[in-house]
């Protein structure tokens, strides 16, 4: 870093802060003003125990639990001056009632004591009075041994209670709230924490309270019940077993599990979690995976994550994976067969077809494996591909955000732009902390042809046509310099109107800017050219090479920029790509399964006796079934590797079960194929890789496993002893992972083209457009029987008005066109939905590349 | 010593055999294991036993607290959910999997101290040897008790609603 940019990096982290002086429990304390007492407190390691407080939340005050006693310093109302005891000490006033400590600010000179007589009657009196509706069955509930109800009874609790025991409340204590998320209303506190958490933090107030009194319950108005992607949330921040996950119901007891550290590879966000596992009579003494749990990372996911990450864990651990590596034999059938001959047949194949190699990689591996994969496809010349459809990751490894990007730095005078994407659907911890920036008063500005939830926070809404993302873009950044040449008629149009003119106002006046973009109606050509306007923007108002600033890409996959790091590119036409090859090397990836048009490709290179189809994969894919050889692999929870997510933080997963017997990691695989080329890979140790990455990736040099496993202190404070403050999300002890630099921190200027800016696409009739479902049909998601309820239907999303004009009912079936493919769907109706289009959701069974003329039939 | 001294050697032989007659004239303490058995005292910890109620159902509600308090590790506890269907013990929990290695078990009884139910208790069985270190694992079939007369066995279909608590009725102390 240079000198420049560190300097302004330390002042972002410490924006002036009047620091007040205070103390607690005898011990003196500075903290910034405004900070309450119990956190003040926490940070010098005095416990003000607390239930409804919740360091990520507004304090409510509601429990009574945080009581201390409060003292200010006494002022001579004449002089003005303290007044002072006599031995010279400034003279204390005691409040004469307790003060809650979760809504007390500090101010200068306070004296907090928590451990006097009173204090500790009071908290006896608020354990008591809760105890007597609380049915006190621990032993079978599963927050039993991380309960901050339990935890704090023990310690500060009376042992004894004054209430009749007869008049002891008794309510439902299986009730339902959706199939997701269960209910024990006899556990219910009443402490709130749930229902805040879904309306001030995450927007999606289904739940809440209903009756008063003792008959106060948590009810949901939704329909299917509780119906947000963060549910799973609330079960780690309800101070008592009131909420509970249906996956992990009886699971285990919390003490008996083991805990991994992993990173979440369902979306480019990459939250830490922790992998939490038993060993399992029913499944014949195995190691098994009973729940995935956040862990914290102040870079990236908090203490939070979403239902999907959460939950979608159960493939790797299904019956269907592959055990044993297969080879075709004479008669056709895959036949098992061992690993040796399986690696001699595929080096020898990819030998023979040499530069006629054509890989394509899924980027939900590693970047252990997605470079072995490549230099294994380079050695021999081929062709290295992922399979995916958004564009820009050299732009993102250029003007990506800088060193030292903390989204939770934005705030006040910086801005943010969201264009073309569904923000929560794609990347919902991305969401989260965009609306959070927003809160804290960043500009935000979102471009997309339709409502978003991220819509409602929006300080300016731009909309556009499908196809004309670029041309969004560029309409603001004609309005901040004017000079942009060969405007086309898209731009022209977009630029006319107020808002676009404030918009971009608001952009080049903010001290810091991140640009997000996402895949929302684009495809490979349009993801390309929305990924060269946004870059032109950013260098247009100079916001690139310095810490939270510059771009990220709401990628499709998991680790899309890492595969784009360690040099594998989209294909611009993947039909044609694979019809040409002598051989093919499919890695978790299934073209055959996702596009009738790529199975039609495969079927090709199959029944092509000259040509060579390998696949490597967790299951028996539509792709597996027609290759010619099928190498079995290990899942993430398996085994160790590194992602690198959208702001390109280089994070370590860690295994946390055993990986079955014959199978192996993907990169060590690749390096044994590469061993019969003759060409030396690691594939032991993936720190080896890794140092093998860092000597050959210039990006990655600086990237090493020591590195990356450094932890840094963090607030909140969330320790597995105090559960009760931060709730039972993980402590990070293996690493907060290491963010990459940009070249353009690094003080290189960009290379940008010049943004191709189409208009939208004319046809008569509809136009189908992709858009992203969090919950999609992916073999990663579908294995999760608990979500089965909730996966996108093979649907599709007509605008009411076309819904009417075709005639077609809410829900009904109908026949979707498609690019020379007839396919039966759902038919949604959504309002929002712009007129002309229909959103087919992608990977939940209708392929769908890029915006293409559609029918729809009743 | 003069071993063929007959006043030296005489004496000591009637001594001995005089304890002898005495001892056929007393009552055996010896008895005729295994036919016969004797009965061992009232807090004698032998062979666990998972006690039902007196309706039939286990009393066991798979919290596992007996196997987070056995120092030796000798417990493995996995739980199910009841339902009222297919019930096993009162409330929303039973263990599915309940086993005890007789090998590692010390008899200190903690289990049973933990047991929030009383459902796991040392019993009076002491016969256990094993051929095999496989036998030495009891499972919760062989360690539940048979079911009481008048009792219905388990699992079995109850009222909805008829048993849906897990800990017996705390009485009052007062
Ligand atoms: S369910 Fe839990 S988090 Fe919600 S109000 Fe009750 S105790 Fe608090
Ligand atoms: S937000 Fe993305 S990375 Fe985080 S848990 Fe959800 S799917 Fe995984
Ligand atoms: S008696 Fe002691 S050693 Fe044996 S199972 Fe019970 S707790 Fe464990
Ligand atoms: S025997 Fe008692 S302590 Fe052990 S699991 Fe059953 S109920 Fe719990
Ligand atoms: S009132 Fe302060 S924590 Fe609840």
């Not at chain 1, 006899?186 to 709130?192: F, L, T, V, Y």
């Not at chain 1, 008669?331 to 040499?354: I, M, N, Q, Y």
């Not at chain 1, 909309?463 to 670029?470: D, I, P």
């Not at chain 1, 960009?750 to 046809?763: E, G, T, W």
């Amino acid at each position: 870093m240079t000198e420049a940019v560190e300097n302004q990096v330390e002042e972002q982290a410490q924006p002036e802060e009047k620091l007040v002086t205070l103390t607690i429990d005898n011990i003196e304390v500075s903290v910034p003003e405004g900070t309450v007492l119990v956190d003040a407190a926490k940070k010098i390691g005095v416990d003000i125990p607390v239930f409804c407080y919740h360091p990520k939340m507004e304090p409510v005050g509601m429990c009574r639990m945080c009581l201390v006693e409060v003292g200010r310093p006494v002022f001579d109302r004449a002089t003005g001056e303290p007044v002072l005891e006599e031995d010279g000490s400034p003279k204390i006033q005691f409040g004469p009632k307790l003060d809650t400590g979760c809504t007390v600010e500090v101010s200068e000179g306070m004296v907090v004591r928590g451990y006097t007589e009173e204090v500790v009657d009071a908290r006896k009196e608020v354990l008591e009075f809760l105890l007597t509706s609380h049915p006190l069955d621990c032993p079978i509930c599963d927050k039993g041994g991380e309960c901050p109800l339990q935890n704090l009874t023990m310690r500060y609790g009376p042992g004894t209670s004054r209430f009749i025991f007869d008049e002891k409340h008794h309510a439902a204590k299986h009730v339902p709230l959706g199939e997701i998320i269960y209910l024990d209303r006899e556990r219910c506190i009443q402490c709130a924490r749930c229902t805040r958490f879904q309306d001030e933090v995450v927007d999606d107030p289904v739940i809440g309270f209903s009756q008063r009194g003792r008959s106060l319950e948590i009810v949901t108005f939704s329909d299917p019940g509780f119906d947000s992607y963060w549910s799973g949330n609330t079960t780690d921040i309800c101070p008592v077993g009131a909420l509970t996950t249906a996956d992990f119901r009886f699971g285990a007891r919390p003490w008996e599990l083991k805990a991994s550290a992993s990173v979440c590879n369902h979306c480019p966000v990459g939250c830490n979690t922790t992998v939490n596992t038993r060993r399992e009579a029913k499944s014949g003494g195995e190691l098994v995976i009973k729940r995935m749990m956040p862990r914290q990372n102040e870079y990236i996911n908090e203490i939070w994550m979403c239902d999907k990450g959460r939950f979608a864990h159960h493939y790797t651990q299904s019956e269907e994976r592959l055990t044993q590596p297969m080879v075709r034999n004479e008669v056709g059938e895959l036949e098992a067969t061992s690993w040796e001959a399986a690696l001699d047949l595929v080096a020898e194949e990819f030998k023979a077809a040499s530069d006629g190699l054509v890989t394509l990689a899924g980027a939900r591996l590693s970047n252990e494996d997605l470079f072995n994969i490549q230099q294994v496809t380079e050695k021999l010349g081929g062709k290295a591909l992922q399979n995916t459809h958004m564009a820009g990751g050299e732009l993102v490894a250029s003007v990506g955000v800088g060193q030292g990007s903390n989204l939770s730095d934005l705030g006040e005078g910086d801005a943010i732009l969201v264009v073309a994407s569904d923000l929560e659907e794609e990347a919902p911890l991305y969401w989260l902390r965009i609306k959070q920036a927003s809160e804290r008063g960043a500009t935000l500005v979102v471009a997309n042809p339709r409502d978003t939830k991220l819509s409602s926070k929006a300080n300016y809404e731009l909309r556009y046509s499908y196809g004309e993302e670029a041309a969004a873009v560029m309409a603001l950044l004609g309005s901040i310099s004017p000079k942009t040449p060969g405007e086309s008629e898209a731009v022209k149009k977009l630029s006319r109107g107020q808002e676009v003119k404030d918009a971009a106002t608001a952009i080049s006046e903010a001290n810091n800017l991140v640009v997000l973009y996402g895949n929302e109606g684009t495809g490979l050509a349009t993801s390309q050219s929305l990924a060269d306007a946004c870059a032109n923007l950013l260098v247009a108002t100079g916001h690139v090479g310095k810490a939270n600033n510059g771009l990220i890409a709401v990628w499709d996959k998991g680790n899309t920029q890492g595969a784009y790091d360690m040099g594998l590119v989209p294909s611009e036409d993947l039909a044609a790509d694979l019809m040409s090859a002598k051989a093919a090397y499919i890695v978790a990836a299934d073209p055959a399964g996702d596009d009738a048009t790529l199975a039609e490709a495969i079927k090709a290179v199959e029944e092509d006796a000259e040509k060579f189809l390998v696949v490597q994969e967790l299951f028996l894919t539509e792709s597996a079934k027609l290759a010619d050889v099928v190498l079995p692999v290990q899942a993430n929870t398996e085994r160790q590797g590194t992602y690198t997510n959208a702001e390109r933080r280089v994070q370590i997963f860690y295994p946390a079960v055993p990986a079955p017997v014959n199978v192996h990691a993907d990169y060590a695989v690749a390096a044994n194929i590469a061993e019969r080329l003759d060409l030396k890979l690691q594939k032991v140790i993936p720190a080896q890789v890794m140092a093998q990455i860092a000597e050959t990736v210039s990006d990655y040099a600086e990237v090493s496993y020591t590195k990356m496993a450094e932890v840094e202190e963090q607030w909140p404070i969330i320790s597995s002893e105090d559960v009760f403050y931060g709730g039972t999300s993980y402590e990070n002890e293996q690493g907060m992972g290491q963010q990459l630099q940009p070249a353009s921190q690094g003080g290189e200027s960009p290379a940008l083209s010049f943004a191709q800016v189409a208009d939208a696409p004319k046809v008569d009739g509809l136009l189908a457009v992709p858009v992203t479902r969090l919950y999609d049909r992916g073999s990663t998601v579908v294995p999760t029987e608990l979500l089965s309820e909730r996966l996108t239907p093979t649907s599709v999303v007509l605008s009411p008005d076309d819904a009417e004009k075709l005639s077609i009912e809410p829900d009904a079936e109908v026949t979707v066109k498609l690019n020379g493919t007839e396919t039966k769907a759902q038919a949604r109706i959504e309002a929002g939905v712009p007129q002309g289009y229909v959103l087919v959701p992608r990977s939940v069974g209708i392929a769908l590349n890029s915006p293409s003329p559609v029918e729809i039939k009743a | 010593m003069n071993l063929y001294n007959p006043l030296k050697v005489v004496p000591p032989l009637v001594t001995g055999l005089w304890t002898t007659f005495k001892s056929t004239l007393k009552k055996p303490v010896t008895i005729q294991y295994p036919e016969v058995k004797r009965p061992v005292r009232e807090r004698y910890k032998g062979r666990h036993e998972l006690k039902r109620y007196d309706n039939g159902l286990e009393k066991c509600i798979g919290c596992a607290l007996c196997a987070a308090a056995c120092p030796a590790d000798a417990i493995f506890v996995e739980a199910s959910e009841n339902i009222d269907e297919k019930r096993f013990s009162p409330g929303e929990r039973y263990a599915s999997t309940y086993e005890i290695n007789m090998l590692r078990c010390i008899f200190c009884g903690y289990c049973e101290d933990a047991c929030p139910t009383e459902a796991i208790v040392l019993g009076d069985n002491y016969e256990l040897s094993f051929t095999d270190r496989s036998q030495a694992i009891y499972t919760r079939e062989m360690l539940l008790d048979p079911v009481p007369a008048g009792g219905e066995p388990t699992p079995r279909e109850v009222e909805p609603g008829s048993f849906d608590r897990s800990i017996p009725e705390m009485k009052d102390p007062a």
